[in-house]
């Protein structure tokens, strides 16, 4: 049994189409007779694209010419045979007639991208992370610290003598790690107590958190808990996991291509981001966690940790914008019990080489 079906047909070379009407006839062949043309051509041949409910059929041809065929119950017969109601457009068609089924599925997709987004992103920005090269890290890392000092200024007033007593800290911090993070030291005139560690070893310390520290009795110690928090945030590369974790697209680019060519670029929105956010709970508890070891390692009291967090605690502000150590971070009394916990257990043995 023959069917016919008007349509729209557009030959790909000129503007506009025209009306036709097509035949499909009973051994596969169309028909499409317009006002100034005739041809003829196999169902099977037809290229067809599964439409949405209320939109009409577009058919390629073979030649590029497209058709464009109105829903009807003529049209949606006679074109079942090219494809159009495969596995997939029936189960389209099934979720387009219930709303609830449809609505349910969308949101199961939503929830699905969500967790993805909640989950996979930082896998895969850790994943990324330890594959940057050293050179890349350290370009990242300056840039950053550049646009940092941009933003937030801030001179250098602290004596000289001061600076190198700091600087004698760190350097007995990284030598007992056995210089695996090439820090440096850089002091700023900050508004708030604060510190911020840079990809690549820049670490920033506002000259009143030093101070602060050096007016406690163990005044050198619990600088060097501070120094060695931020150490560890150098050598487990929170600050490019940061990075990454806020430019999904160029952890995606990174994954599917390895190209890590933008990242400079991205680096500079760390410093916004630390300033405003912070580290991740999670960075700051592992980076609890290995600031212990580099205290241990450079045979200073591991106490000093739990001690520095309580001074912080003492200089938060009262009013006004927070600092980062304690703004955004894990609760600061639970960090402080752990920590204690911590410290007081017996160092785990060395791991044989």
């Not at 590369?237 to 670029?265: P, W, Y």
């Amino acid at each position: 049994m023959n069917t016919a079906v008007a349509a729209r047909y557009s030959d790909g070379r000129r503007a506009g189409d025209e009306p036709v009407a097509l035949t499909f006839l009973a051994d596969g062949t169309v028909e499409i007779r317009g006002e100034t043309f005739a041809r003829t051509e196999q169902l099977a041949a037809f290229r067809p694209a599964a439409p949405l409910a209320g939109v009409p059929y577009f058919v390629r041809l073979p030649d590029r010419a497209l058709l464009e065929i109105p829903r009807s119950p003529e049209a949606d017969a006679a074109l079942g045979a090219a494809g159009y109601r495969g596995r997939l457009h029936r189960r389209l068609e099934w979720l387009e007639a219930r709303a609830v089924a449809a609505a349910v599925c969308t949101l199961l997709l939503v929830a699905g991208v969500a967790l993805t987004v909640w989950f996979g992103l930082p896998a895969a920005a850790a994943r990324v992370a330890r594959s940057v090269p050293a050179d890349l890290e350290r370009r990242a890392g300056n840039f950053a610290f550049d646009t940092f000092s941009q933003q937030v200024g801030g001179g250098v007033t602290l004596p000289a003598q001061d600076q190198i007593r700091a600087a004698r800290i760190l350097g007995r911090l990284t030598k007992a790690r056995g210089d695996r993070v090439k820090a440096e030291l850089i002091f700023r005139n900050l508004n708030v107590p604060n510190a911020f560690a840079f990809p690549g070893g820049k670490i920033v310390v506002g000259e009143s958190l030093y101070l602060a520290c050096l007016k406690e009795p163990q005044g050198e110690d619990l600088f060097a808990a501070i120094l060695a928090h931020e150490l560890a945030h150098v050598e487990s590369r929170h600050g490019l996991q940061l990075i990454l974790r806020n430019s999904g697209a160029l952890v995606a680019m990174a994954v599917i291509t390895g190209d890590l060519s933008s990242l400079t670029a991205f680096s500079a929105t760390l410093p916004i981001l630390l300033i405003q956010q912070g580290y991740a709970r999670e960075f700051e508890t592992e980076a609890d966690t290995v600031a212990l070891g580099w205290l241990r390692a450079a045979g200073i009291n591991p106490t000093a940790l739990p001690a520095a967090l309580q001074l912080l605690e003492k200089m938060r502000p009262k009013s006004g914008p927070d600092f980062t150590y304690l703004s955004t971070h894990p609760s600061t009394d639970d960090r402080i019990k752990l920590l204690k916990a911590a410290a007081a257990a017996p160092a785990a043995p060395p791991a044989k080489p």
